[in-house]
């Protein structure tokens, strides 16, 4: 069973414009959350996290919002530009586990 | 600062040959990990360590081995390699328990 489901396998989006890009838990006991960007033939790089004592964080152009009681999140790119095009994976954890749970990522264009 | 790396690149086996490979970090992380990505299958946790001489069992544990013996180094060895394996394999480390940080990636093939 998936723990943590990124729903859409793709998303395009035009240059300058705002991304979404989603993903839902099923682990009530996961406090901590993370997004991760993959380019190809390259290992993820950390992107942005929040605490499940926050509903949102923000850095620069990223912005990730967490909605508990709806055991979702949402990562906002604003404003997208082609560099971002990338796999972005969601992924969470629990102070009790050792790991990261990953979703399978989302593909996201930026077309210019 | 070099980060994660990891050896070979690439690497082509022919079914029930071994191999190690080898994961080494130069940020003083206690936790390593290994992972293998399958198209479509995001990233799945092979084993881990918590610290120089321990490992632990992830998701996806079968037919692999690891060993921890100097905290900079993660060994991931396959005894007897299957088409099954075949996969793009990452190393990661990480200070605490969330914030990983990953190497460039081992390409495996198995015939």
């Not at chain 1, 960007?37 to 004592?53: D, M, N, Q, V």
């Not at chain 2, 991931?76 to 200070?95: D, K």
């Amino acid at each position: 069973d998936q723990q943590v489901k990124q729903n859409s396998p793709s998303l395009s989006v035009q240059e300058g414009r705002i991304s979404i890009l989603n993903c839902d838990y099923t682990n009530s006991m996961f406090d901590y959350f993370l997004w991760y960007k993959k380019y190809p033939a390259e290992g993820p790089t950390f992107l942005i996290s929040i605490s499940s004592i926050k509903d949102k964080n923000e850095d620069g152009r990223f912005t990730v919002f967490l909605n508990k009681s709806a055991k979702h999140l949402s990562l906002h790119i604003v404003p997208s530009q082609p560099g971002d095009s990338a796999v972005y994976f969601c992924a969470a954890s629990a102070r009790s586990q050792g790991n990261l749970i990953f979703g399978k990522g989302t593909k996201l264009s930026v077309k210019p | 600062n070099a980060g994660v790396t990891q050896t070979p690149k690439f690497r082509v086996l022919k079914t029930g040959q071994s191999m190690t490979l080898l994961c080494a970090q130069d940020m003083n992380h206690e936790y390593m990990y290994w992972y293998r990505q399958d198209p479509g299958m995001g990233l799945r946790l092979i084993h881990y360590s918590v610290g120089e001489g321990t490992t632990a069992k992830g998701e996806v544990p079968d037919g692999y081995n690891v060993s921890r013996l100097k905290k900079q180094n993660f060994l991931l060895g396959l005894e007897s390699a299957a088409p099954s394996q075949t996969s793009v394999y990452f190393c990661a480390s990480s200070y605490f328990l969330y914030e990983q940080y990953f190497g460039p990636g081992t390409r495996l093939t198995v015939t």
